[in-house]
């Protein structure tokens, strides 16, 4: 016998793309990435250019063909979802790629959130109303650039503006398209509505396929840029969330995908599309039979992050750990001392542009161990605010794995299983969402009888149980934390309003002489 067939997952992330190749065991045999900027040229926006995405995306798939030096059966595709980019008549970028952190289209988003047919459009097409999604963003170019809006021949992702220059294919996948708020879940067609309100026509869309569905070759150039034989497959893939549950093996209902890296998320797979009354999750697609529903939350690590440069800017840049023990020192529950984490903002389950982060119940006795931990919590906290509207929307939740750089600490692991009220396991030795494109990618060409066999394939290297009496203690919180949201929303939208007549944020004070 020969060895295993070996699909590359290529996992087309928001600040780099990562390509990995593994064989039907799920063994990693080679990895490259290739990191990219975030730009943002003035407030709210959060921009990339595709092209420089496209090369980042050849040059990885190139050095993992090179390290290999075996047959590559096929690749597979994941990709950070709600990304927008115009395209003219030729396929050239009309735009940049708007990313799913840009926030200039908050207006557009809150007028659409505020009448009924905007929870009516979340729950057909399973994409919340906010700035993050499509939709929002194709208003905002309908109402602040018409002539650009009016030029774009075809309005695509940034994963299908990838497969169109590697194959000349102008497709997107059902998971991605279930991210952008222009799809009915429901019929797997793109919503006539939804397309009203964003000014376009289905035929400026790509073609809607399965993620599983194959693209027979690379365009010649493609095969030359990335050193593969021009017959290599392509399996579309999808999004990375619904992949990171695959890739984490959390593959069968009730089973619950937790990450915490620079943002964070909540996601359990369901077998059939829906949203709860409330809208307060969102639904995409990973295959025809396995969907996810959960929440992303704008805020993990960058919360870590900003604690660094807020509050222990002396310790230097790279001073997690340090952080950590700091925030140790503090009892749970931080003395009273809540931290409402919104620094960039919010998404679910509030799914609003409005909030900002907030200290609340402040007093003469905390110190800044308090404040550095009342962080972690909060970003705990809101993930379990994400779980309780998980389960609202009538899910089981009866496992929860985790991943993500904060799974480093173990400070942050235990809060975390404490203010989930749950046991949290934690898989080694995957990638995540390259590793469920590959497995995705495995199941497409044939080379594996079903995805579920990621549950085989991811072995958990620890469970962390929750503290009885810390469990208790943030249970106890919990509706606190829930309310001061609704509470300071007036204060948020004030705020708001005065913004541009404050004085500027000051420039940093020049060091001393």
Known sequence: MGDPAVVVGVDIGTTSTKAVAYDTGGRQLATHSIGYPLEEPRPGYAEQDPVRIFDAVVGSIRAVAEELRRPVAGLSFSTAMHSLIGLDADNTPLTPSVTWADSRASAQAERLRAVPSGLAIHRRTGTPVHPMAPLPKLVWFAEQQPTLHARVAHWVGIKDYVLLRLTGALVTDHSVASA??????????????????????????????????????????????TGLPADTPLVVGAGDGPLANLGLGAVHPGEVACSIGT????????????????????????????????????????????????????????????????????????????????????????????????????????????????????????????????????????????????????LWRQILADALGMPVRFPVGHEGSSFGAALLGMQALGLIESIEVAADLVRIDETVRPNPASAATYAALLPLFSELYDALVPTFASLRRLAPSLPPEPPPTAPPQ
Do not use: K
Request: charged share 20%.
């Open 180 to 225: 952008t708020g222009l799809m009915d879940i429901y019929r797997l067609a793109w919503d006539a509505e939804a397309l009203r309100i964003a000014g376009i026509t289905e035929e400026q869309l790509p073609e809607l396929v399965p993620t599983t569905h194959v693209l027979p070759g690379l365009a010649a150039g493609a095969a030359r840029a």
């Open 263 to 410: 943002s964070g998320a909540m996601r359990v797979m369901v077998e059939r599309p829906g949203v709860d009354p409330l809208g307060g999750v969102f639904c995409y697609a990973l295959t025809e039979h396995r969907w996810v529903v959960g929440g992303a939350i704008n805020n993990g690590g960058i919360v870590l992050q900003w604690a660094n440069e807020a509050l222990a800017p002396e310790l230097g840049e790279h001073a997690e750990e340090e952080l950590l023990d700091l925030a140790a020192r503090a009892p749970v529950g931080s003395g009273g001392l809540i931290m409402l984490p919104y620094l960039l903002s919010e998404r679910a389950p509030h799914w609003s542009a409005l909030p900002r982060g907030a200290y609340v119940g402040l007093t003469h006795g905390h110190g800044r161990a308090h404040l550095v931990r009342a962080a972690l919590e909060g970003v705990c906290q809101q993930l379990a605010l994400v779980l309780a509207s998980v389960r609202a929307a009538g899910n089981e939740v009866r496992e929860i794995r985790a991943s993500g750089g904060f799974a480093r600490s173990p």
